[in-house]
Nanobody, 126 residues
Framework: QVQLVESGGGLVQSGGALRLSCAASGFTSDDYAIGWFRQAPGKEREAVSCISWSDGSTYYADFVKGRFTISRDNAKNTVSLQMNSLKLEDTAVYYC???????????????????WGQGTQVTVSS
């Protein structure tokens, strides 16, 4: 069955960096979308970044542009999110999500993604 597993979360000081990974398995097509979303306590879930598995097209939320980079490794079925210059407000549970419709990348909307991982906690300290 389709499964997404996030890893790489942890505690980091402001200005530091973390690299999150999403391992995908069970997809029967090589043309689909992978996204990173986050949710802080008491806050709405929000998009961080999305990528097309097939052609590498990307979306970035305004609040991470220039700091975060999403990338894919097709051979390993892995999508990574390199997070640099972390801020206190980046503290959240980060979720990996997937969808068979590659057009889900265009707007990177959570409601368009059908499969979700369990999340990994990222905590940024002052």
């Amino acid at each position: 069955q389709v499964q997404l597993v996030e890893s790489g979360g942890g505690l980091v000081q402001s200005g530091g960096a973390l690299r999150l990974s999403c391992a995908a398995s069970g997809f029967t097509s090589d043309d689909y979308a992978i996204g990173w979303f986050r949710q802080a306590p008491g806050k709405e879930r929000e998009a961080v970044s999305c990528i097309s598995w097939s052609d590498g097209s990307t979306y970035y939320a305004d609040f991470v542009k220039g700091r975060f980079t999403i990338s894919r490794d097709n051979a390993k079925n892995t999508v990574s999110l390199q997070m640099n210059s972390l801020k206190l407000e980046d503290t959240a549970v980060y979720y990996c999500a997937g969808d068979l419709d590659p057009y889900s990348v265009a707007w990177c909307r959570a409601k368009d993604f059908a499969t979700w991982g369990q999340g990994t906690q990222v905590t940024v300290s002052s």
